[in-house]
């Protein structure tokens, strides 16, 4: 089992950048695929980018290519998500998610979900 803990989150203006971060503890977190879903009210809960064990692979929704990046740093158990030429349509609770399966985008795939952090963005 992990525990995950999301971190960073605020308010920022339109074109503006933020980092959020997720700190694991529990079982070794190198072994879990990692993601990034955010859910804005009155929708679902989709996924931005995902990560695979190592760090080698990743996917992005369309909505953030060229955005956002994920990364984690497996010696330090974090995991993170720069978000650059932020948008008001992103505006959402963003959730981190652990995965034993690896690299996946289908929030069915996650097991373990931290609380989130919101994220606004004034236009």
């Known amino acids: 089992q992990v525990q995950l803990v999301e971190s960073g989150g605020g308010l920022v203006q339109a074109g503006g950048s933020l980092r959020i971060s997720c700190a694991a503890s529990g079982r070794t977190f190198s072994s879990y695929g990692m993601g990034w879903f955010r859910q804005a009210p009155g929708k679902e809960r989709d996924c931005v980018a995902a990560?695979?064990?190592?760090?080698?692979?990743?996917y992005y929704a369309d909505s953030v290519k060229g955005r956002f990046t994920i990364s984690r740093d497996n010696a330090k158990n974090t995991l993170y998500l720069q978000m650059n030429s932020l948008k008001p349509e992103d505006t959402a609770v963003y959730y981190c998610?652990?995965?034993?399966?690896?690299?996946?985008?289908?929030?069915?795939?996650?097991?373990?979900w931290g609380q989130g952090t919101q994220v606004t963005v004034s236009s």
């Open positions: 990560i695979s064990w190592g760090g080698a692979n990743t």
């Open positions: 998610a652990a995965s034993i399966y690896g690299l996946r985008y289908i929030r069915s795939a996650y097991d373990y």
